[in-house]
């Protein structure tokens, strides 16, 4: 896998102590390039709906149908792009556990980017439990080989200092091939959460970062709103095939899974996140991270203001 060289737009500084957490490894007494994160979003367009529901029983049906939508993927990816795709792949769970983004979807959406004339697709994300059993028990290894898209598993070396601009966070590791891609797709799963009440687009941006992600759960809901505001993705498709409801985000009972055969496809992460709540029985009010994220200029709570169009394929 080839590195990645020094990067235009960074800025060298020294960290303060001397001391910066490059992954798990230790930085000392040296400069470090510290780089911003694009932003990865098309222009909106209201020709199209901001937000499109597709129920049905193939996963790769309802996918085409919900990015057609929203305008088709000739309006998110262009000839010789390099897309990232960012399941959520935290776990080392099945399919049918519904802890990870269901491998369908990731098959799906990858092959749509390679009809768009992507140069290259990328599937990545930093897992919680073992990333090698986490990617192949969860099925997304075997989609991402079968759609000819790129598997990245990062090292405790592959992570970049980012100036993220939060509150909570300022400079953190960052996966590297955030700094390396011309597009990001976004790809949630719907899932209870004991700390943040719900997982969904805005929590999965925790898989893009490094470093002591646990020391963040102390304000969970200023730093999910941390990273939405610096990760900007082109387009977000949720995953609410198998949708687990209660002990998350790990899961494990398939007493915790059910079936809602749908996806949704927004560019409004905020309103995706709120309407997705219905599936886990909660109300915008009770997830302090969605006012939060209203509040710095993200999106709107109110998904029902926004055009959206509900289908069945």
């Not at 939060?292 to 169009?309: C, F, I, P, T, Y």
Request: aromatic share 6%; hydrophobic share 45%; net charge neutral.
């Amino acid at each position: 896998m080839e590195r990645v060289g020094v990067l235009a737009g960074t800025s060298a500084v020294l960290v303060a102590g001397g001391v910066w957490l490059h992954g798990d490894e230790p930085v000392r007494h040296r400069q470090v390039d510290v780089l911003k994160l694009k932003d990865f979003r098309v222009p909106p367009n209201t020709l199209f709906p901001a937000m499109a529901v597709v129920h049905g029983q193939n996963v790769e049906n309802m996918a085409r149908e919900a990015v057609a939508k929203l305008g088709g993927m000739a309006r998110f990816i262009q000839k010789g792009d390099r897309v990232l795709l960012k399941p959520n792949v935290g776990w080392d769970r099945m399919p049918e556990q519904a802890a990870n983004t269901g491998p369908d979807l990731v098959l799906a959406v990858a092959r749509l980017c390679q009809e768009a004339q992507a140069a290259t697709v990328w599937v990545t994300d930093v897992s919680l439990n073992d990333p090698a059993r986490c990617f192949f028990r969860s099925g997304i290894e075997n989609a991402a080989q079968q759609a000819n898209a790129q598997l990245f598993l990062p090292g405790k070396n592959d992570f970049l200092p980012t100036d993220m601009g939060g509150v909570l966070l300022k400079v953190w590791p960052v996966n590297r091939l955030f700094h390396k891609v011309d597009k990001v797709i976004n790809l949630p799963i719907v899932k209870h959460h004991s700390l943040s009440g719900c997982t969904l687009a805005m929590k999965n941006w925790y898989g893009v970062i490094g470093g002591r992600r646990n020391q963040l759960h102390q304000d969970i809901h200023t730093s999910i709103c941390d990273l939405a505001a610096a990760v900007r993705p082109t387009l977000t498709v949720m995953d609410a095939v198998r949708v687990l409801k209660a002990n998350g985000p790990t899961g494990g009972s398939l007493e915790d899974v059910q079936r809602e055969n749908t996806l949704i496809a927004a560019l409004d992460e905020v309103a995706l996140d709120s309407y997705c709540l219905g599936y886990l029985g909660l109300r915008p009010e009770q997830i302090a991270f969605l006012a939060l994220a209203e509040g710095r200029g993200l999106g709107k709570v109110r998904w029902q203001d926004l055009n959206v169009s509900e289908t069945q394929v």
